[in-house]
């Protein structure tokens, strides 16, 4: 986002963001737009190919799995912050298989993927690296924020405050700029707290 919402084009108060109507204007639905743009682009941090081999490892080096396995561990670990694509999952198995540190073995229709003695090598040389995966904690990227809680109570938040915009009463505008001018003092008075 560009900015916060404390100067002059958010949510700053109702003379500045009210149209002819009675309803809101511009700077608010602008300031709305920017909001679910956030919230909708697509969750999770972009990791570089070099995360998802240190986690297709980290991984391997504790059971054999399947590559869907691998996904849905990395994103339960990660506290649904990183949720690897098969894109992206698939052909780094294929590329550790043809660099030897990973075998598959076929059941079932699926493969199983585990490490040769080559690949535990590899992994325990690792091992004393924090984790590959971004954690709920505040571990990994600085973007964890962006799926989860977050996100989904902002997408909602903004989602009824254009619906009050476009069906209610300019009395029930006046009260929603009122909720979400409080929400916003007591978002930022949280990041105040130590």
Known sequence: ???SYMGGGGF????GNWGQGGGPGPNLWDALNQ????FEQKAGPR?????VRAAVLALLAEKPMHGYQIISEIAERSGGAWKPSAGSVYPTLQLLADEGLITAEEEGGRKTYSLTQAG????????DRPAPWPTASGGGTRDHWMSGELPRAGMELAQAAAQVGRTG???QVKQAVEVLEDAR???Y???AQD
């Open 47 to 51: 990791m570089a190919r070099g995360d």
């Open 169 to 171: 009463t300019p009395e």
């Open 120 to 127: 535990r090598a590899e992994a325990e040389a690792s091992a």
């Open 185 to 187: 003092r007591k978002l």
């Open 1 to 3: 986002m560009n900015g």
């Open 35 to 38: 909001l679910r743009g956030m």
């Open 189 to 191: 008075s949280i990041l």
């Open 12 to 15: 700053t108060g109702a003379s």
